[in-house]
């Protein structure tokens, strides 16, 4: 059956934003004025099925929509911010998966469209094979696996039709997507976060832009050990297609079930891949997500997708080593002060600091402690609380703080790269292996010394 095509106009997605965020609302309003009469084991039962109702709602709803709020959405299928009780936890994941897995497909003869335009030409003349059938889909295009004229095997990246529009109402309706997902927003400064969300979701529309950040991914891990990134393929790629090296390798769900070196190796190479990114290059993906991924046959992992990509100075990288640096060793007042000069503490006066410690250690402290811990979903669910939640002991300090905008997309990064590692339940010394970046260290980890020699090489 045909689909509808994407509603673009400003007023027709904040009609369908609205109603989604009103229906949520009355339900789960009914469903507390119910719980008066029931005990507390049934009412937080009740509220927990609830929460998979709401769930499958935005699955339905963001998921058909395919701009800015189905790409917020997609935030929330692998990261378990702790909404739902235990006994609803997978099939809460399950539902919120689908933005991620299994995005509603748009017809190859829309799609054929947007890349015979965009070659100039008919999609023959561009490829002695396509399969129709995409490869995988996402938030604002799908992939498809093609094969040029010379034999070589590619993917092929389209944007859907209309989406660019649809993406750019999305956006100027930021405010009601964010109140839909408000649980995930910390209190910020709103206006500038918006604007940092808006440009950088703006730019991951220009796939030639997309095109030029994977290039520059790929000069930087050329000849590494264990991170790959696959070739631009320029003469075919522009500002809605994006053609790059074909790579096989297990995907995720698949990856979660191996035994647990396996796992602990994976986790080491995402940890160093987004984290190393920001600390060493100064350029990095927002978007770690297990979509973005694949484990290689000969061990090395590749990695795509860097549509939704930040550039930071190296003034930037280096203060927050400097954060991670005062934090581990216990320098409240240092950390108050560097804090307050980098336009997180407004009001320095309201921290002591044992309280600043404190609260650093509560986000940071699978990383900062130097000691082995086993990460789970649970991990990572009580890190999200303690950094932005009403739940977190710490909540009545951070309403009266803020996150710079060049500061966002590096905490979204690390917060979704651990919500990775967690799902994998991998285990290491996640501390000594940060030293590298935060303190110069030598590696401990063979993955580390394998890394070390490559930098030394300065092969590029």
Same mark, same amino acid.
């Given at each position: 059956?045909?689909?509808?095509?994407?509603?673009?106009?400003?007023?027709?997605?904040?009609?369908?934003?609205?109603?989604?965020?009103?229906?949520?609302?009355?339900?789960?309003?009914?469903?507390?004025?119910?719980?008066?009469?029931?005990?507390?084991?049934?009412?937080?039962?009740?509220?927990?099925?609830?929460?998979?109702?709401?769930?499958?709602?935005?699955?339905?709803?963001?998921?058909?929509?395919?701009?800015?709020?189905?790409?917020?959405?997609?935030?929330?299928?692998?990261?378990?911010?702790?909404?739902?009780?235990?006994?609803?936890?997978?099939?809460?994941?399950?539902?919120?998966?689908?933005?991620?897995?299994?995005?509603?497909?748009?017809?190859?003869?829309?799609?054929?469209?947007?890349?015979?335009?965009?070659?100039?030409?008919?999609?023959?003349?561009?490829?002695?094979?396509?399969?129709?059938?995409?490869?995988?889909?996402?938030?604002?295009?799908?992939?498809?696996?093609?094969?040029?004229?010379?034999?070589?095997?590619?993917?092929?990246?389209?944007?859907?039709?209309?989406?660019?529009?649809?993406?750019?109402?999305?956006?100027?309706?930021?405010?009601?997507?964010? @109140?839909?997902?408000?649980?995930?927003?910390?209190?910020?400064?709103?206006?500038?976060?918006?604007?940092?969300?808006?440009?950088?979701?703006?730019?991951?529309?220009?796939?030639?832009?997309?095109?030029?950040?994977?290039?520059?991914?790929?000069?930087?891990?050329?000849? %590494?050990?264990?991170?790959?990134?696959?070739?631009?393929?320029?003469?075919?790629?522009?500002?809605?297609?994006?053609?790059?090296?074909?790579?096989?390798?297990?995907?995720?769900?698949?990856?979660?079930?191996?035994?647990?070196?396996?796992?602990?190796?994976?986790?080491?190479?995402?940890?160093?891949?987004?984290?190393?990114?920001?600390?060493?290059? %100064?350029?990095?993906?927002?978007?770690?997500?297990?979509?973005?991924?694949?484990?290689?046959?000969?061990?090395?992992?590749?990695?795509?997708?860097?549509?939704?990509?930040?550039?930071?100075?190296?003034?930037?990288?280096?203060?927050?080593?400097?954060?991670?640096?005062?934090?581990?060793?216990?320098?409240?007042?240092?950390?108050?002060?560097?804090?307050?000069?980098?336009?997180?503490?407004?009001?320095?006066?309201?921290?002591?600091?044992?309280?600043?410690?404190?609260?650093?250690?509560?986000?940071?402290?699978?990383?900062?402690?130097?000691?082995?811990?086993?990460?789970?979903?649970?991990?990572?669910?009580?890190?999200?609380?303690?950094?932005?939640?009403?739940?977190?002991? %710490?909540?009545?300090?951070?309403?009266?703080?803020?996150?710079?905008?060049?500061?966002?997309?590096?905490?979204?990064?690390?917060?979704?790269?651990?919500?990775?590692?967690?799902?994998?339940?991998?285990?290491?010394?996640? %501390? @000594?292996?940060?030293?590298?970046?935060?303190?110069?260290?030598?590696?401990?980890?063979?993955?580390?010394?394998?890394?070390?020699?490559?930098?030394?090489?300065?092969?590029?």
């Amino acid at each position: 059956m045909p689909r509808d095509p994407i509603p673009t106009s400003r007023l027709r997605r904040s009609a369908t934003i609205s109603r989604l965020a009103a229906e949520t609302a009355a339900k789960q309003l009914g469903t507390r004025a119910a719980n008066v009469t029931r005990d507390e084991e049934s009412s937080q039962e009740a509220l927990s099925r609830r929460q998979v109702e709401t769930a499958e709602q935005i699955v339905a709803v963001l998921g058909t929509m395919k701009g800015a709020a189905m790409k917020l959405g997609q935030v929330m299928s692998f990261l378990d911010i702790g909404l739902v009780g235990e006994e609803h936890r997978e099939e809460f994941q399950r539902k919120l998966a689908e933005l991620r897995d299994d995005a509603p497909a748009v017809s190859f003869t829309q799609m054929r469209a947007v890349m015979e335009a965009d070659f100039g030409q008919p999609l023959e003349d561009v490829f002695s094979e396509l399969n129709e059938h995409p490869i995988a889909a996402a938030s604002i295009g799908q992939v498809y696996r093609a094969a040029l004229p010379d034999g070589r095997q590619v993917a092929v990246k389209v944007q859907y039709p209309g989406v660019a529009e649809a993406v750019r109402a999305d956006l100027r309706n930021l405010g009601l997507i964010i @109140r839909l997902m408000g649980r995930m927003v910390p209190r910020l400064d709103a206006q500038a976060i918006a604007q940092e969300i808006r440009e950088r979701i703006d730019e991951e529309l220009d796939y030639e832009l997309e095109a030029a950040n994977q290039r520059s991914m790929a000069r930087i891990f050329r000849g %590494h050990p264990f991170i790959y990134i696959p070739d631009v393929i320029g003469a075919l790629s522009g500002e809605r297609v994006l053609v790059t090296e074909y790579v096989e390798g297990t995907g995720f769900e698949a990856l979660k079930k191996r035994p647990a070196a396996e796992r602990n190796r994976l986790a080491e190479i995402i940890y160093r891949f987004y984290f190393g990114c920001m600390y060493r290059h %100064h350029e990095f993906s927002g978007d770690p997500h297990p979509g973005n991924f694949l484990l290689l046959d000969d061990g090395r992992v590749a990695f795509f997708d860097f549509g939704l990509y930040k550039r930071i100075d190296a003034s930037v990288a280096d203060y927050e080593i400097e954060i991670g640096r005062l934090g581990i060793v216990g320098d409240g007042e240092g950390l108050i002060e560097l804090l307050q000069a980098g336009g997180f503490l407004p009001e320095p006066e309201r921290y002591t600091p044992e309280q600043i410690v404190r609260q650093f250690d509560d986000v940071t402290w699978w990383y900062t402690r130097d000691e082995e811990v086993e990460l789970t979903p649970e991990i990572a669910t009580q890190v999200v609380i303690d950094m932005s939640d009403p739940r977190s002991r %710490h909540f009545a300090q951070m309403r009266h703080e803020n996150l710079p905008p060049d500061h966002l997309f590096g905490r979204r990064t690390e917060t979704l790269t651990l919500a990775v590692m967690a799902q994998l339940r991998a285990r290491g010394n996640w %501390h @000594r292996i940060a030293r590298e970046w935060l303190f110069d260290d030598p590696p401990v980890t063979e993955l580390g010394r394998q890394e070390a020699a490559f930098y030394a090489a300065g092969v590029r």
